[in-house]
């Protein structure tokens, strides 16, 4: 059963920074690309960045780039997100998700993590 | 603002057929870039529902389908029951954002 299971979630003030990370398991995680999703309270989704199965290529959506980054270690069967000088529409729920970030679908989710950041 | 646009809301009778619509453009569905569909109920994580267009998951139920035509794509519930009242959002791939998207979501309820 695959299963991804997020943490790092809390409480941020504004202009801080938060490790995401999210356990994977189930499935060859090496073989993936992995994505993160987020969901402002109320909102809908976002795609916020993806990464290669090797790690070798990185994509952000532009409202975290430069600011953030993704990071995976197969050895682990982990997936990271990296996000400094929080902003408070950065607060939101982030999903982890076996998704590709283009033309696919996401086709597993994580149960998501909670990042409020305060002003 | 999202460059996939659904309504907000449909409603519909147990039983009844409901679709929910998904307008696109040249840059997205309409170049002929897929388009999956995700069901989420309140406090929980999306769940894919249909993908590649028209393809439901093992375990789907088949009152579930979607559709493709132009710039626009359309997910359909037959037979809509009490436990279809959730939030749908559709997905594609954008060449002009260079990334994924999702529509803003639309709430079905159940009268």
Avoid at chain 1, 77 to 105: F, H, K, M
Avoid at chain 2, 42 to 51: D, E, M, Q, R, V
Avoid at chain 2, 88 to 108: E, M, P
């Amino acid at each position: 059963e695959v299963q991804l299971v997020e943490s790092g979630g809390g409480l941020v003030q504004g202009g801080g920074s938060l490790r995401l990370s999210c356990a994977a398991s189930g499935f060859t995680f090496s073989s993936y690309w992995m994505s993160w999703v987020r969901q402002a309270p109320g909102k809908g989704l976002e795609w916020v960045a993806c990464i290669k199965e090797d790690g070798s290529e990185k994509y952000y959506v532009d409202s975290v780039k430069g600011r953030s980054t993704i990071s995976r270690d197969n050895a682990k069967n982990s997936l990271y997100l990296q996000i400094s000088s929080l902003r408070a529409e950065d607060t939101a729920v982030y999903y982890c998700a076996r998704y590709c970030g283009g033309d696919c679908s996401a086709d597993y989710w994580g149960q998501g993590t909670l990042v409020t950041v305060s002003s | 603002q999202s460059v996939l646009t659904q309504p907000p809301s449909v409603s519909g009778a147990p039983g009844q057929r409901v679709t929910v619509s998904c307008t696109g453009s040249s840059s997205n569905i309409g170049a002929g870039y897929d388009v999956h569909w995700y069901q989420q109920f309140p406090g929980t994580a999306p769940k894919l529902l249909i993908y590649k267009n028209n393809n439901r998951p093992s375990g789907v139920p088949d009152r579930f389908s979607g559709s493709k035509s132009g710039t626009s794509a359309s997910l359909a519930i037959t037979g809509l029951q009490a436990e279809d009242e959730a939030d749908y959002y559709c997905q594609s791939y954008d060449n002009s954002l260079k990334q994924g998207v999702f529509g803003a979501g639309t709430k079905v309820t159940v009268l």
